[in-house]
């Protein structure tokens, strides 16, 4: 079976906090690809990250990096200097061979950034 | 701007109405979905297309009924609704639905907000 755990409900932070979403993943396909989405209030999900399951380097864009730990199963989302934009529903998603077509998604982050 | 173009954006509907959501992308992309959003939750799986032909079906009540006329469009026939259908629908988009892709993003559009009366 897959599954994502996000265990964060809800995040508030003051702006310029640095913020760590936490994302634990569950998989038996040796293949795999995770992914952050990002929703803000306006509904759509904006593509943020994709890792694959044998490239364990970090990524950083700008305010955002990713840390990717296999031999924890995490994919910890990280913004520094947080910013009201910010604010959004934040889900991260698995894919792997033996699902194709099929992200599965966790239950998701709330980040609330106040000015 | 989304390149996954929804409408309408709003939809109010009673028990007993037809209606249709559309989704249009013109990215040459050749996997297209439909996926159902209820609040505080994630996108759950409603169908996909592939190459304009069903290729999964989760299990859907026959009340929701895709169709893929051509590549670049997607529509969900209404019909019968119940209130607890009442949700945000997202359409998305990627490349190809072919085994080796599945690490392909989705491309999502804004969604309409469907609510059932």
């Known amino acids: 079976a897959q599954k994502v755990t996000q265990a964060q409900t809800e995040i508030s932070v003051v702006e310029k906090e640095d913020v760590t979403l936490d994302c634990v993943y569950e998989?038996?396909?040796?293949?795999?690809?995770l992914f952050w989405y990002k929703q803000p209030p306006s509904g759509e999900l904006v593509f943020l990250i994709r890792?694959?399951?044998?490239?364990?380097q970090n990524e950083i864009s700008g305010r955002y990096s990713w840390n990717f730990q296999k031999s924890t199963s995490s994919f910890n989302f990280t913004i520094t200097a947080s910013q009201v934009v910010d604010s959004a529903v934040y889900f991260c998603?698995?894919?792997?061979?033996?699902?194709?077509?099929?992200?599965?998604f966790g239950q998701g982050t709330t980040l609330q950034v106040k000015p | 701007d989304t390149e996954v173009t929804q409408t309408p954006k709003h939809l109010v509907m009673g028990m007993t109405n037809k209606k249709s959501l559309k989704c249009e992308q013109h990215?040459?992309?050749?996997?297209m979905y439909w996926y159902k959003q209820k609040a505080k939750k994630p996108p759950e799986l409603m169908f996909v297309?592939?190459?304009?032909?069903?290729?999964i079906n989760e299990s859907v009540p026959s009340r929701f009924s895709p169709e893929c006329p051509n590549s670049s469009l997607l529509n969900l026939h209404l019909h019968a609704l119940q209130p607890e259908d009442s949700a945000l629908y997202l359409c998305?988009?990627?490349?190809?639905?072919?085994?080796?892709?599945?690490?392909?993003?989705?491309?999502f559009g804004n969604g309409t907000r469907l609510t059932v009366t």
């Open positions: 998305a988009s990627s490349p190809r639905l072919e085994e080796r892709s599945y690490n392909s993003p989705l491309h």
């Open positions: 998989t038996r396909d040796t293949t795999y690809y």
């Open positions: 890792r694959n399951s044998f490239d364990e």
């Open positions: 998603a698995l894919s792997g061979s033996s699902n194709t077509g099929k992200l599965i």
């Open positions: 990215m040459g992309h050749r996997a």
């Open positions: 297309y592939s190459y304009e032909k069903l290729s």
